[in-house]
C-alpha cells in the first residue's frame, strides 16, 4: 500500500471534487482518495500491485484537471 499526495489545479467546486475521486478510483487498486479544496491536494492510498501513480495522474488529467509537479 502507497500513499501519495498530488497537486490538482482546476477544482472549483463539490462537482470538481467528485469527478477527480471517481478519475482517482478509476485507475484501479485505490482504497482511499481524500480531496482538499482549500489546499488543491488529492491525498491517494492505493495498492502499488494493482496501479500506479501515473495511472493515476492520467486519470486525473483525462478528466480535464492540471497535475501540479
Ligand atoms: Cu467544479
Known amino acids: 500500500m502507497k500513499s501519495e499526495t498530488i497537486r490538482v489545479l482546476g477544482m472549483t467546486c463539490d462537482h470538481c471534487v467528485q469527478t ?3 478519475a482517482v478510483a478509476d ?5 482511499q482518495v481524500d480531496v482538499d479544496l482549500e489546499k488543491k ?3 491517494v492510498d492505493f495498492d502499488d500491485a ?5 495511472s ?3 486519470n486525473i488529467v483525462e478528466a480535464g484537471y492540471e497535475v501540479e509537479g
Open 56 to 58: 493515476i495522474i492520467e
Open 41 to 43: 491536494e488529492v491525498s
Open 27 to 31: 485507475a484501479g487498486g485505490v482504497s
Open 50 to 54: 494493482q496501479t500506479d501513480l501515473k
Open 20 to 22: 477527480v475521486k471517481k
